[in-house]
């Protein structure tokens, strides 16, 4: 059974810091692996979406990467802004498989 | 462009009385998904369908039904709710099953008492 951690729980930062999130997952046959931004109370927004091919992928001052061989991805935030400040969530989808698994967040907090 | 919609958006249940979450998509997408998020324990997959016609059980399935009823609408129903089932769900879909990105509607807070 795939799982996924995301460590660390909370974060807190001064702003225009740079920063980087990690997500760790068990199972290295992934088929892609999402990155996601909630605002409190809200849905979730996909921010990046890496596929088992690629080892990164930008989008304005996010950048994200995967090693599959490890295990491990990890979301680079540039800059940081209070506008940042949400819960960032991580999610794997295996190979084959037509679902995902999410690991339980970091939260965020960018102090202007 | 409305995405992905779930209805209703708050919702107050007494143990055992019934409800139907309902969720629909615009983007002609083949894949729908119902989660529910708990403080702690992240999103946990209920049911999924990969395909309209076709619905398979996620990893919490106990006390949930969904109907995939056409291509756009997906719904869940607790038959007979309880306060376990207290949580704030979300709805998804994605063009091929976890192949391509997934969108999330807004999520339905559900309080039973």
């Known amino acids: 059974k795939q799982e996924v951690t995301q460590i660390p729980a909370a974060l807190s930062v001064p702003e225009g810091e740079n920063l980087v999130l990690n997500c760790s997952f068990t199972d290295s046959a992934i088929y892609n692996l999402q990155w996601f931004r909630q605002d409190p109370g809200k849905g979730l927004t996909s921010l990046l979406l890496i596929q088992s091919s690629q080892r990164e992928q930008t989008s304005g001052r996010l950048n994200a990467s995967l090693d599959k061989s490890s295990g491990r991805s990890t979301l680079y935030i540039a800059a940081s802004q209070p506008g940042d400040s949400a819960t960032y969530l991580c999610?794997?989808?295996?190979?084959?498989?037509?679902?995902?698994?999410f690991g339980t967040g970091t939260k965020l907090q960018v102090i202007p | 462009n409305a995405g992905v919609t779930q209805t209703p958006k708050f919702q107050v249940l007494k143990t055992g009385q019934s409800m139907t979450l309902q969720c629909a998509q615009d983007m002609n997408h083949n894949s729908m998904y119902w989660y529910r998020q708990d403080p702690g324990m992240g999103l946990r997959l209920i049911y999924y369908?990969?395909?309209?016609?076709?619905?398979d059980k996620g990893e919490v399935p106990n006390g949930y039904n969904v109907s995939r009823l056409n291509k756009r609408e997906f719904s869940l129903r607790l038959e007979s709710a309880a306060p376990s089932q207290t949580s704030v769900y979300f709805c998804?879909?994605?063009?091929?099953?976890?192949?391509?990105?997934?969108?999330f509607g807004q999520g339905t807070r559900l309080t039973v008492v």
């Open positions: 999610a794997a989808v295996l190979w084959g498989y037509q679902k995902v698994t």
């Open positions: 998804a879909s994605s063009d091929r099953g976890g192949g391509t990105e997934a969108f």
């Open positions: 369908s990969a395909s309209e016609g076709t619905t």
